[in-house]
């Protein structure tokens, strides 16, 4: 059985998780839009994670929306096994299913109430500010801190995280309350917040990249191809393997609705990736093909 690449605490919690977890995005339909191509399969997918030991679930009530939400509900209430449940708020879907901000602290409380309703949990165990877009300026993402934080306060939510965010912004963020981890895009090919994760490792902050196998459109690339057959992995294995190698504090939440890609990615937490290799991976920042 795979050890799930060992394990993390995130800071001053108690909440300790496998650095292998699961990412919920791609369970809803396309576009993470309306009901699942397979409704039992979404429901196996998330069963067979928490049966493998995955104790880590990121969502969000804008998947589907709230059809991701429901179907955790659906396939674990009532959490025999309680993994560590990651939500965010920031966001809402159009009628056209597109990405909307939702930041009024109205928004915020009311998205907290309906992940916590959707989940069936009491308490959502960490909550992430997810931020549009790099110009938020530090005294509104103060603000967006502090509505989660009255949350913290009537005990809907455990803790405080940051999504989407610049050094600054988590700066500014850490000044409203302790912020417990850092979900961002990155991945083997995009790479820019390397010194922000070094820096959280200095801090015992996890960084969870978002898209680690490239998101809408995963990562493509010859060279990686060729690497992976050398060690008899997938290269969408070799991609996560390699997130884990890159600091103790990474922790990958891979989406999947498939149980062979969930099988796959599990796996990938026991691949070791020998010197030779991990310097030719090093090199393929920002070459998404070659
Ligand atoms: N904070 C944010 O702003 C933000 C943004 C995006 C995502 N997220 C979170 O991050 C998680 C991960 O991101 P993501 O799910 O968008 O993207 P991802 O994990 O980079 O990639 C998911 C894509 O890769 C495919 N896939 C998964 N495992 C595979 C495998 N072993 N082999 C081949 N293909 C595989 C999936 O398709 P199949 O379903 O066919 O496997 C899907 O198309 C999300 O689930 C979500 O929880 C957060």
Same mark, same amino acid.
């Given at each position: 059985m795979s050890n799930l690449g060992g394990t993390f605490?995130?800071?001053?919690?108690?909440?300790? %998780?496998?650095?292998?977890?699961?990412?919920?995005?791609?369970?809803?339909?396309?576009?993470?839009?309306?009901?699942?191509?397979?409704?039992?399969?979404?429901?196996? %997918?998330?069963?067979?994670? %928490?049966?493998?030991?995955?104790?880590?679930?990121d969502t969000a009530d804008f998947y589907g929306p709230e059809i991701a939400n429901q179907l955790i509900r659906e396939a674990l209430f009532p959490y025999p096994r309680r993994p560590v449940v990651v939500s965010k708020i920031g966001a809402k879907?159009?009628?056209?299913?597109?990405?909307?901000?939702?930041?009024?602290?109205?928004?915020?409380?009311?998205?907290?109430?309906?992940?916590?309703?959707t989940l069936g949990l009491a308490k959502i165990d960490i909550v992430n500010v997810r931020l549009f877009d790099p110009s938020v300026p530090p005294a509104e993402v103060e603000r967006m801190v502090r509505a989660v934080v009255s949350c913290v306060d009537r005990g809907l939510v455990g803790h405080v995280g940051m999504s989407n965010a610049s050094a600054g912004q988590v700066r500014a963020a850490q000044g409203v309350a302790p912020i417990v981890c850092v979900q961002n895009h990155y991945n083997l090919i995009r790479r820019a917040d390397d010194a922000m994760i070094d820096d959280l490792a200095a801090q015992g902050i996890p960084y969870v990249p978002f898209f680690p196998l490239g998101g809408f459109s995963p990562i493509q690339s010859g060279r990686l191809d060729e690497l992976a057959r050398r060690l008899d992995v997938t290269p969408m294995q070799l991609a996560l393997a390699w997130l884990l190698a890159r600091s103790p504090n990474v922790l990958l939440i891979p989406g999947t609705s498939s149980l062979a890609h969930l099988r796959e990615n599990i796996a990938a937490a026991s691949v070791e990736i020998p010197e030779e290799i991990a310097r030719e991976l090093n090199a393929l920042a920002g070459k998404p093909v070659s």
């Open positions: 605490t995130f800071p001053g919690t108690g909440l300790t %998780v496998h650095r292998m977890g699961f990412g919920a995005m791609q369970l809803p339909g396309k576009g993470v839009w309306g009901p699942p191509r397979d409704h039992e399969q979404a429901l196996a %997918v998330v069963r067979e994670a %928490v049966d493998s030991g995955i104790d880590h679930i879907r159009g009628p056209d299913a597109s990405w909307r901000p939702a930041t009024s602290d109205d928004e915020i409380v009311a998205a907290i109430k309906r992940n916590v309703e």
